[in-house]
C-alpha cells in the first residue's frame, strides 16, 4: 500500500524567512510525485510533477526536489500569500497507476 | 474554459436522505475521480473511472455510488445518508496522456448529514 507522510504538520514563517516543506513516500513503483497547493474553501491546485531521482522544478519562489525516499518542497523568501497548504501526493504502478495517494498535507503561514 | 465544475457547493441532508453531486469537465479528460477530505485525513479516493462507462473502488467506497454514462459527466450518489459522510468532496480529472499527469480538481462540495 502506498503510503505518504508530510511535515510538519503546520509552519510559521516570517516574510523573507526560508523553509522547506518535506514529504516522505512508500510506494511500488513511483510513476510521479505531485504537489499542490490548496487555497481555504478551494480545491488543490496542481503545481509540480516529478518522476525520477535528482529532478527538480521551480516556480517563483518555490523549488521542489525528488530523492527515492522523499521530496521537498523549498520555498525563498516567501511572502503572506504564499499561506496556504501544500499538499503532496505519489502516482504509482499499484492498481494501475491510476490513483494518486495524497499526504495530509503542511499548512504554511506567512506573516508580516 | 470552466475547467472542472462541481454542483451544488454546498448541502445540508438529513440522516437516510439520498443525493447525487455531479461532476462536469470540460477537458475531455479520460479518467475523473471523486475524493473526500477530511480534516487530518487527507484526501481520500471514493471512485474513480479511466473511461466512459468504467467505474472502479476507490479506498474509501462503502456508502457511496457513481456512474460515468457521458464522458464529461461523474456522478457521485449517496443513497442513505450518514453523518460519517459529512465531508467536503472533490472531483477531479486528467488526461491519461501528457507530460505531467497533473490532475484538475473542482472547487469542491461541503456537504453535512444530520
Known amino acids: 500500500e502506498d503510503q505518504v507522510t508530510q511535515s510538519p504538520e503546520a509552519l510559521r514563517l516570517q516574510e523573507g524567512e526560508s523553509s522547506s516543506l518535506n514529504c516522505s513516500y512508500t510506494v511500488s513503483g513511483l510513476r510521479g510525485l505531485f504537489w499542490y497547493r490548496q487555497d481555504p474553501g478551494k480545491g488543490p491546485e496542481f503545481l509540480f510533477t516529478?518522476?525520477?531521482a535528482g529532478e527538480e522544478k521551480e516556480k517563483e519562489r518555490l523549488k521542489a526536489t525528488l530523492t527515492k525516499k522523499e521530496s521537498f518542497l523549498h520555498i525563498t523568501a516567501p511572502k503572506p500569500e504564499d499561506s496556504a497548504t501544500y499538499l503532496c501526493?505519489?502516482?504509482?504502478?499499484?492498481?494501475?497507476?491510476?490513483?494518486?495517494?495524497f499526504g495530509t498535507g503542511t499548512q504554511l503561514k506567512v506573516e508580516l | 474554459n470552466a475547467g472542472v465544475t462541481q454542483t451544488p457547493k454546498f448541502r445540508v441532508l438529513k440522516t437516510g436522505q439520498s443525493m447525487t453531486l455531479l461532476c462536469a469537465q470540460d477537458m475531455n479528460h479520460e479518467y475523473m475521480y471523486w475524493y473526500r477530505q477530511d480534516p487530518g485525513m487527507g484526501l481520500r479516493l471514493i471512485h474513480y473511472s479511466v473511461g466512459e462507462g468504467t467505474t472502479a473502488k476507490g479506498e474509501v467506497p462503502d456508502g457511496y455510488n457513481v456512474s460515468r454514462l457521458k464522458k464529461q459527466n461523474f456522478l457521485l450518489g449517496l443513497e442513505s445518508a450518514a453523518p460519517s459522510q459529512t465531508s467536503v468532496y472533490f472531483c477531479a480529472s486528467r488526461n491519461w496522456k501528457g507530460p505531467n499527469y497533473g490532475y484538475t480538481f473542482g472547487s469542491g462540495t461541503r456537504l453535512t448529514v444530520v
Open positions: 501526493a505519489v502516482l504509482s504502478v499499484t492498481g494501475g497507476g491510476n490513483k494518486l495517494t
Open positions: 516529478l518522476y525520477s
